[in-house]
């Protein structure tokens, strides 16, 4: 999964908000929700049925907790479901804690658990996927114990946030305060089958607490942790002239508030869609304004987004270990923040021999200032480490930065390091070192069309032709 993630992550929560039915009166709180409308629940992989349209196979729930609004629905509408609790796992409702002793399965979803929800560990325990919603409620993970889990394991396309490319252990928050911590002697090992981009782990909150993955004396090893603030348009429910719940996107123009949402027609003539945006009035029976093409012709009318932030906080990469153990040695693989880069360890320095590292991105990117410079070398406990590469999408969607300053011991650049940079129109590259081998695919693709671009003298020419066909626009200006 591409770290171009951003965007997507907007779109993906923003669609999720059709399926989430926020209850009235709940908000953020400890131990599964309570009411009347609750959809709390801890499922396991229930028994195959079938196989569906698309040749996946088609599984019935098994609960080890739900709510009675649950089981209510289950009975009314003749759903099919178990209630087995499987060898190796418990849940007590009292501490709100779910035990895995020594338990192997497929995968483990909840949901509505509350900020409290405990996953204590006992001995070895492996499982493919762990999903936690908050579905406006609560969606707070804190692992304890002193036993191991290890996510890894099965298909990469299942049902996820993002799709095609699944998300091995999963922390989400819409409209609730959302964290993953490990803690004690727990220890989790995440594993992916795919890309090395792939999500590991990822976590969705909003502002109530804004501590997303805790690693504050915790160790991680393998992966990158990475933090962006994304944009999401504010989700607002309400009543539409059929009675259905519908939600909508906040607005403003001229001091006064609008919805809006996205309509997709269907012409059955032709048998082909079309989409379209449309405005209306902000009422609890929204009254249609006015249609547009797209977002951009929208806001081109004049109308704004009433926005909040998110915090997206993800782990990617092959594999990660994140424990609550005390281990401060640095290995190779793993990531160290260094005056707000985050930089991946190539290689191990000594005291008598600088180690390696690449720049895997922007730590804080509300920290970020608009130039940013890649140095030479940092410091990494007292050892010098040489910056010899920039990493696949390290600044991809990186509208703030306006220039780049590429250090001389650079000798890589990989694939959409720079993609879609919005703002960069200058870049000083110090490094002699880089050819069309070392520069991957649209490295510079996307970025503004008057770009100036500084070279040594030498590499003038050769660096023009390296540049140019990858991605930076052919009206680049290029100077020694």
Known sequence: MKKRTGILAVLCLALLGVFFVNPKGVSAADGPCKDAESYAYIQTEGKVTGINVWGDEEKIG??????DNIKKNNDEYGTEYTTNIPKGISYNEKTNTLTLNNYTGKEISC???GD??????KG?????MLYIWSDYYGGSLTVTGDGVLNVKGGKDDRDSLYGSRGIKLFVESLGASSFFEVT????????????????????????????????????LSGGLLSKDTVQMESSVKRKNEIGFDTYYSLLKKGG???LCNSVYD???DTGEASSSVVVYTDADAPVELARYADYDEMTAAGYEFVYYDVYDYRITGKHCTISAKADTTIKKDDVVSVGNLIYGIKTVGTKKKAGAVYVAGIDDYEKEKTTVTIPKTIKVDGITYKVTGIGRYAFDCDSKMEKVVIG?????????????????KDIVIKSKKLTSKTVGKEAFAETQDNVKVTVPSKKLSSYKKVLTAKGLSKNATFTK
């Open 256 to 258: 006064k508030s609008y």
């Open 111 to 113: 949901n509505m658990m």
């Open 408 to 424: 001389a011991y650079v000798k890589y650049i990989e694939e959409q390091a720079f993609y879609y940079a919005s703002s960069l």
């Open 62 to 67: 098994n609960y080890i907790y739900m709510s």
């Open 124 to 128: 070895e325990n492996t499982i493919e």
């Open 184 to 219: 004690g002697n727990a220890t989790v090992n995440v594993e992916s089958d795919g890309d090395y981009n792939d999500i590991l782990v990822g976590v969705y909150m909003t502002l109530e607490k804004k501590n997303g993955i805790v690693l504050d004396g915790v160790k």
């Open 266 to 268: 269907w012409n059955g």
């Open 116 to 121: 409290d929800f405990k996953l204590e560990l």
